[in-house]
T-cell receptor
Framework: KNQVEQSPQSLIILEGKNCTLQ??????????LRWYKQDTGRGPVSLTI?????NTKSNGRYTATLDADTKQSSLHITASQLSDSASYICVVSDRGSTLGRLYFGRGTQLTVWP | EADIYQTPRYLVIGTGKKITLECSQTMGHDKMYWYQQDPGMELHLIHYSYGVNSTEKGDLSSESTVSRIRTEHFPLTLESARPSHTSQYLCASSNSGLEIYEQYFGPGTRLTVT
């Protein structure tokens, strides 16, 4: 069964600190992995997309890593800001269907305190 | 910021009423999607469309229906709303013809059926 599991479920950090969010997946055949940021009451916004051959990708203070062998990914946030408070969702796309179906994790709810 | 719009943003309605959630995009994307999301849970695909006059049901069974008469417009209709339909509904769109495509999400409609 294709699944995406994220940990921790929730996380509280102080402004300026770093944090790392984890994602494990069982989606096969694998096409790509994405990290989205979803602010409360808004739609998800893409942060990074990585294919099988990429093991790291950065977008400003966000750095995603991918280990396709162990089917694990992480999202590292550097020097957190209050605006980073949001849900971070790991999404994996499969290969082999015209739709390129997306499998969503439940997200990690990050709260940044001043 | 993606050019995809949803109205209304919030809707509180009584049981048995017919409702239509609107979704429009100005990016000329062929593919459009409807997702349902409950608090703290993953997004579930309920409908998608490859283009005009194409609609398909997604992974999660839904009593809603959709139509795609124009490329830019993908409304979702509930003929008789029930409390079990209370949820957040997210619309998305993407380009076709690409293996790795970006899905752009609208801001969502928060539906409450009393």
């Amino acid at each position: 069964k294709n699944q995406v599991e994220q940990s921790p479920q929730s996380l509280i950090i102080l402004e300026g600190k770093n944090c790392t969010l984890q994602c494990n997946y069982t989606v096969s055949p694998f096409s790509n992995l994405r990290w989205y940021k979803q602010d409360t009451g808004r739609g998800p916004v893409s942060l990074t997309i990585m294919t099988f051959s990429e093991n790291t990708k950065s977008n400003g203070r966000y750095t995603a890593t991918l280990d396709a062998d162990t089917k694990q990914s992480s999202l590292h946030i550097t020097a957190s800001q209050l605006s980073d408070s949001a849900s971070y969702i790991c999404v994996v796309s499969d290969r082999g269907s015209t739709l390129g179906r997306l499998y969503f994790g439940r997200g990690t709810q990050l709260t940044v305190w001043p | 910021e993606a050019d995809i719009y949803q109205t209304p943003r919030y809707l509180v309605i009584g049981t048995g009423k017919k409702i239509t959630l609107e979704c429009s995009q100005t990016m000329g994307h062929d593919k459009m999607y409807w997702y349902q999301q409950d608090p703290g849970m993953e997004l579930h695909l309920i409908h998608y469309s490859y283009g005009v006059n194409s609609t398909e049901k997604g992974d999660l069974s839904s009593e809603s229906t959709v139509s795609r008469i124009r490329t830019e417009h993908f409304p979702l209709t509930l003929e008789s709303a029930r409390p079990s339909h209370t949820s957040q509904y997210l619309c998305a769109s993407s380009n076709s013809g690409l293996e790795i495509y970006e899905q752009y999400f609208g801001p969502g409609t928060r539906l409450t059926v009393t």
